[in-house]
């Protein structure tokens, strides 16, 4: 059937030579044990996993918000409440704001996903035991499942998400001396507050036939990727009914699928049925807020990739994004710098332009002491954001801009919406759950 949809879409103007994506199947995701996704459910919500026991996955991930948080740059540890109305907590602040804009976690358990971050630091590495690489070494990346699992090392370890500031619990004071792994580290920390709980330990026997002693981490994380890869598969929405021929989209909606994959050229980037080529782009986003920087940096700048690579030509240049639910997932932008979908359209189209008229109303910011504007107002730094540039400026008309945003919202799947499982009324360790 899937000549149909093609028919279809060129029929609506779709341009010669554009082709439309083959849609996703069951082979494009892994099979899953639904006792581990219960499992994992249970750990993604629970605060547990915090050094100060107060933040759960969920505080950055939460379907309500489209699996991010709704926060231009987020608050981990220190903040308050959930959302737009988080807040910082008057007696113990953060110190600044997590530095990139949370994610969406739509998909990311695809067989073709390669990449994660907006910088890519984790990556399909055939070379590597483990068939991937993380910044952290091979000691770091024995014991996880995959790319999915991998990525639950970071939050955990960080002082402005989850693991608080340093000296605050054992958690944190162990990252801030190097001891993540091993007896006494912070992941082994974490794994025995979970095993000490017994829902947690007859789950994990159940699950893993794992006895308490014998749960790591890695388990904890390979659970939670479970949970991830069945909770937000998103293969339902009315762009899918399309791809498998079944349906044809309202004609906005199709006036802006054929700017997406013709004279627009987002299916440029923005490819495949997850939307996304993976690789990594220098579109002149605008830097809001602390900028990716070490401990001992003073600067306020992300270069995105080249933090990775070393490599001057990777300045600047950020992962794709995958575009499923983007309609949900604001605000956009590697640092969330712009709330409105159409408003960050037109950036895009033409980056020097809009680096030039920004406007820091443009952003979800909860009230915090900080400098948010700091590399926007060093002319030096935003010269060197728009040197970067990778591509050339495109003309987009108002009603453009509407096709296109009407577009991408034929991307919102309303099974992944909300997820399979949903969130849980309470977890095994008694902390509060986000609803």
Not at 14 to 23: I, R
Not at 222 to 233: Q, T
Not at 258 to 285: I, K, V
Not at 355 to 374: C, H, K, S, T
Request: glycine share 10%.
């Amino acid at each position: 059937m899937r000549w149909i949809a093609v028919f279809l879409c060129l029929f609506a103007g779709v341009a010669a030579g554009q082709d439309l994506p083959d849609p996703l199947t069951d082979a494009d995701f892994p099979q899953i044990d639904e006792a581990e996704a219960q499992l994992g459910r249970l750990l993604f919500y629970d605060p547990i996993l915090s050094g100060n026991k107060e933040v759960s996955c969920a505080t950055c991930h939460h379907p309500r918000f489209g699996t991010s948080d709704g926060l231009s740059l987020g608050m981990g540890d220190g903040g308050r409440g959930l959302g737009p109305d988080r807040m910082a907590d008057p007696d113990n602040p953060p110190e600044q704001r997590v530095p990139r804009n949370a994610p969406a976690l739509f998909n990311l358990g695809a067989r073709q996903v390669r990449v994660l971050f907006h910088d890519g630091r984790i990556e399909v590495d055939a070379a590597r035991d483990a068939g991937f690489r993380t910044p952290l070494g091979p000691e770091m990346e024995q014991g996880f499942d995959g790319l999915l699992s991998a990525q639950t090392m970071f939050p955990v370890l960080s002082a402005d998400e989850m693991a608080g500031h340093y000296g605050e619990n054992a958690v944190s004071k162990a990252v801030r001396t190097g001891r993540i792994t091993g007896p006494g580290g912070a992941w082994d920390l974490l794994a025995q507050r979970v095993a000490a709980l017994p829902a947690y330990r007859q789950l994990f026997q159940s699950v893993y036939g794992k006895a308490p002693r014998d749960v790591h981490f890695t388990d904890i994380s390979n659970a939670i990727a479970g949970f991830m890869v069945h909770e937000w598969r998103s293969d339902t929405a009315p762009f899918d009914a399309v791809l498998r021929g079944s349906a044809l989209l309202p004609a906005r909606s199709m006036a802006g699928l054929e700017l997406f994959y013709g004279t627009a050229g987002c299916a440029g980037c923005h490819s495949g049925p997850l939307l996304t080529d993976q690789r990594f782009h220098a579109m002149g986003d605008v830097q809001i807020g602390p900028g990716k920087a070490a401990r001992f940096e003073a600067h306020a700048r992300d270069t995105g990739r080249m933090r990775v690579t070393g490599r001057p030509e990777d300045a600047y240049a950020f992962r794709t994004p995958s575009l499923r639910n983007v309609a949900l997932t604001g605000p956009y932008g590697h640092a969330g710098a712009y709330d409105d979908l159409g408003d960050y359209l037109r950036h895009h189209a033409d980056p020097a332009a809009g680096l030039a008229q920004y406007d820091i109303g443009q952003a979800v910011l909860p009230d915090l002491p900080v400098e948010d504007m700091r590399i926007m107002q060093e002319q030096v730094e935003v010269d060197a954001i728009r040197d970067a540039i990778s591509q050339a400026p495109l003309e987009l008309s108002e009603d453009d801009v509407a096709a296109l945003v009407a577009f991408l919202d034929s991307l919102t799947d309303p099974v992944a919406r909300n997820g399979r499982m949903g969130v849980p009324e309470a977890v095994p360790s008694g902390l509060p759950v986000a609803p």
